[in-house]
């Protein structure tokens, strides 16, 4: 490969949460090893992975000018942006205006509720549901119910569109979260799927906020479609959201942006947005974009999906090979595995906390899944060198599932 997808690097003192987290951030986060194992990052949702490295050499040629004064967006900007949703989405004629600035996929999420509902209303979301959801929007005093997604026969997770058209009755909901691809079950809707969902919102006069920044990350010859791109009503009812920080390990930049057609729904969630002033695009986070958006990241974005997709097959036949009684789908994008542990806890008579603190004494730092909606599950990041993810699953065989 072209680029580096195998050296580990030592991010300690490196400002990354991933590593310097475990053991002193409290919560959620997973404990320090026992002494004798590394620390093998599998929790937070970034990657150990360099970044491209034209991102890097775009920073570093905007940094070399002393100047870091107000500014605005270049042309250059949104011209990288069409660029890469033309060419990655086949979203054609995408036009300025439509593209808005926002700090952060969450920070859209509360904005565009605030724009269309007030505290104590309902919204709908599908669950398993992002934690970052629930998190944001119950602070600002929402009130989430969710459609549980079911596993069809051959185990892929499928939406339940007549619980979701029953629950937007019966609590006259009218604003919707949508996450494609769907984190943590890592699903990448088809577009009949996305339709469909699109249908049940329109009967129901749902504003849809589609949450799209895994939308690069895509596993094993699947393919994303954009929820606007199903239908004219989709394409003017929704909010969607998207951002390079997942696609290249940019979160600590900060920088996400929207895309947004109709006029109406524009105008409400940049003035929703603009009454706090907290929504200000940095100026390295914008030349990062521009970095990141061009013929060379895609290039490294081809190449990153074909390691992740290596490591996702791998960890998937690890699992269904050595630890019978964990159950999971296999993902068809993101790069985190959603583990459902209950049936291995019922027959070990072992809770979820000891499994959890079992993989965490031998370093695997990986995350409690409960948070994200189901009641015996893990979260595994598996963007690392392929030498880790082997290592970690080797740990995991000797001394949680298989002692």
Not at 5 to 19: E, H, L, P, S, Y
Not at 173 to 193: L, Y
Not at 240 to 256: C, D, E, H, I, R
């Amino acid at each position: 490969m072209k680029y580096d997808f195998t050296t580990i690097m030592d991010r300690r003192g490196k400002d990354a949460i991933a590593v310097d987290g475990p053991g002193h951030q409290g919560g959620n986060t997973p404990q320090a090893p026992k002494e004798g194992f590394s620390l093998i990052p599998m929790w937070i949702a970034d990657m150990n992975f360099p970044t491209a490295p034209t991102i890097i050499e775009e920073i570093i040629k905007r940094a070399q000018h002393p100047a870091f004064g107000y500014f605005q967006p270049r042309d250059e900007y949104f011209q990288a942006i069409q660029s890469w949703q033309k060419l990655r989405n086949g979203v054609e004629d995408l036009p300025k205006e439509a593209i808005g600035y926002e700090n952060g996929v969450l920070g859209c999420v509360v904005s565009a509720a605030d724009a269309f509902c007030s505290p104590g209303d309902f919204i709908l979301v599908h669950s398993p549901t992002y934690v970052g959801f629930t998190n944001s929007l119950t602070n600002k005093g929402y009130r989430l119910i969710h459609s549980d997604l079911i596993r069809d026969e051959n185990g892929v997770w499928r939406m339940d569109y007549e619980d979701m058209d029953r629950k937007l009755k019966a609590y006259a909901i009218h604003f919707a979260v949508f996450c494609s691809p769907h984190n943590p079950t890592g699903r990448v809707w088809e577009p009949w799927e996305i339709e469909k969902a699109m249908e049940v919102y329109k009967n129901n006069h749902c504003v849809v906020l589609s949450d799209e920044i895994w939308s690069d990350i895509i596993l094993n010859g699947h393919h994303h479609t954009p929820t606007q791109s199903v239908s004219e009503d989709a394409r003017n009812r929704t909010i969607a959201v998207y951002a390079p920080s997942k696609t290249f390990n940019l979160a600590g930049l900060v920088g996400s942006y929207h895309i947004v057609y109709d006029p109406y729904l524009r105008d409400r969630l940049r003035r929703q947005a603009s009454l706090s002033h907290y929504n200000s695009q940095n100026v390295l986070s914008m030349h990062a974009l521009m970095g990141a958006y061009t013929p060379e990241g895609r290039e490294w974005v081809e190449e990153l999906c074909q390691v992740l997709s290596e490591n996702v097959n791998y960890g998937y036949q690890f699992i269904q090979e050595n630890f019978p009684g964990v159950d999971l789908a296999k993902p068809e994008g993101t790069y985190m595995l959603y583990l459902d542990c209950s049936q291995w806890c019922q027959e070990k008579n072992q809770t979820l906390d000891q499994v959890l603190k079992a993989g965490w004494d031998v370093g695997v730092a990986w995350q409690d899944g409960r948070p994200f909606n189901r009641p015996f599950a893990i979260r595994m990041n598996l963007a690392l060198p392929k030498s880790l993810v082997e290592e970690a699953f080797e740990r995991l065989k000797k001394y949680v599932f298989c002692s």
